[in-house]
């Protein structure tokens, strides 16, 4: 089974299994009856794990014979890769979802798939089944390689196909279709086990399950003779990575072996929870020479209070603790962070010793989140008497904060060299660049768009709230 996924990757034509086969047939016929291929529209919502499983069911389609296309309406299939961590991310899929109620009226032979993290919410897939009867397949994230029998099953029977079941396994060998530029997402471990109490994920994704060193050895081999220049290795808790294999291997340990690997790239991992994160892990990361001095480390709350209702297992002091070792032992290195703001109970007290720890930490950057009611998790119960338009003032004074941290934090890096991977043209057109710094941070600058897809070193002259600007060394 691997074997034939691995042969995809090499010609990307040989069908995953017989059901791939049969439907690569499916489209051939049509292909000879039209001239044309069958075209699929496929989107990912949600974060970088789900942007990843997007690559691999591009890279299952590719391999039955389906083309690519940007615009739906041209689209014989479209897939929505699903999120589900906050409400806000389902009604955009069902805003998107309903918006192709016409277009499967005009054309009866679109297929309409849903994969992904919502499908595996029972309420969600219950409204699927009976508010939108023109969705064809719908699955969740364990079942990405049964894709091509659930299109057969489709097909051959004419009944919708429903697939709740979650995997126990990594998925190993699945070919990828990745979106191209110089950065690529590695998984390297699915599920999550930590149940913090807010979150859907451990129900939606399932048990943490670690893939074998050797496969992401391979694929990260692979990736780097594709002319990446930037691999970040992906799962909900990289820290807790290994647990349950059967070789004794620890996320530091592979993080070893991966930067062991020569080459001109970078290498990224995320998500870190704290909890796991040790002082081994920032040892490594002094010594690589390939790692970025940046770790995405999602505090959620300044409050030990508030944290322990959100079960996440550290305190404000183990957190600040690590960064302070890591500061010590690696000079420059920066932190982004998750703050979700009006957890259930959380007091004006609790806000502001969020305040505080940002203040702090000093940021590169945060991603900030209202809180938002997720049936079946644990703080769904939990009293929530806030009102939310005062959790909204809350969310706008953090957001005033750290856009001045990281202003400063931006201000900071005036008159540094930076090393900058170059990734697109920059917002004014012309001979603009933009990339990005270690911290991850946007760099613009003017140079060649031959640059781009290649590291520079830029001297940064200039800042602004959201990036820094600079001229190009070299
Ligand atoms: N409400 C708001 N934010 C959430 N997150 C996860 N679950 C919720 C929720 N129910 C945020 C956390 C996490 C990020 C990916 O999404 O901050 O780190
Ligand atoms: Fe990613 Fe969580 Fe959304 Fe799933 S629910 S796509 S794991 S953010």
Request: proline share 4%; aromatic share 10%.
């Amino acid at each position: 089974m691997i074997g034939k996924y691995n042969a995809l990757l090499a010609d990307g034509k040989t069908p995953p299994s017989d059901d791939g086969e049969w439907v690569r047939r499916w489209n051939e016929a049509y292909f000879e009856r039209t001239g044309r291929q069958r075209l699929a529209y496929t989107h990912s919502f949600g974060c970088q794990q789900n942007a990843a499983d997007g690559e691999k069911l591009d890279g299952i389609l590719a391999s039955m014979g389906f083309g690519f296309t940007g615009r739906s309406e041209e689209a014989d299939l479209i897939l929505f890769n699903t999120c589900a961590v906050r409400e806000s991310a389902e009604d955009r899929v069902f805003g998107n979802v309903g918006a192709l109620k016409n277009q499967k009226r005009s054309n009866p032979n679109l297929m309409i798939v849903l994969c992904g993290c919502m499908t595996q919410r029972p309420e969600a897939a219950e409204k699927l089944r009976n508010s939108y009867p023109y969705v064809d397949i719908v699955f969740g994230t364990g079942a990405m390689d049964r894709l091509p029998a659930f299109l057969r099953e489709r097909i051959e029977s004419e009944r919708r196909v429903f697939w709740s079941e979650q995997s126990l396994k990594p998925l190993e060998g699945l070919p990828a279709r990745r979106a191209g530029g110089p950065k690529a997402w590695l998984p390297i471990m699915k599920g999550c086990d930590n149940f913090c109490s807010y979150c859907i994920v451990p129900y939606v994704r399932g048990r943490e399950a670690s893939r074998a060193p050797d496969e992401i050895e391979k694929e990260f081999r692979e990736i780097l003779s594709e002319g990446y220049r930037e691999v970040t290795l992906l799962g909900q808790n990289v820290n807790s990575y290994g647990k349950g294999l059967s070789e004794p291997v620890r996320f530091p340990d592979l993080l070893k072996r991966l930067d062991r690997i020569d080459g001109d790239y970078w290498l990224r991992f995320m998500t870190s929870h704290p909890k796991d994160a040790t002082k081994g892990l920032i040892d490594v990361i002094a010594k690589s020479g390939h790692l970025c001095r940046h770790i995405h480390l999602p505090v959620q709350s300044g409050s030990d209070r508030v944290l322990r209702e959100m079960n996440r297992r550290y305190t404000t002091a183990d957190y600040l603790s690590l960064i302070a070792y890591a500061r010590e032992r690696i000079p420059g290195i920066s932190f982004s962070s998750d703050i979700i703001v009006g957890f259930p109970g959380e007091t004006r007290e609790d806000f502001e010793q969020t305040l505080d720890l940002i203040r702090r930490v000093g940021y590169s950057q945060l991603y900030t989140f209202l809180y938002s009611r997720r049936s079946g998790t644990r703080a769904a119960d939990f009293p929530d008497p806030v009102p939310a338009a005062e959790k909204s003032k809350w969310f706008r004074e953090l957001l005033a904060v750290q856009q001045e941290i990281g202003s400063r934090f931006n201000e900071s890096l005036v008159g540094s060299v930076q090393k900058v991977l170059i990734d697109s043209v920059g917002k004014e057109g012309g001979e603009t660049l933009a990339g990005r710094s270690e911290a991850n941070l946007i760099v613009e600058t003017k140079g060649s768009s031959n640059l781009i897809g290649r590291f520079a070193e830029v001297k940064i002259t200039g800042f602004k709230n959201w990036a820094v600007t600079g001229e190009l060394l070299k």
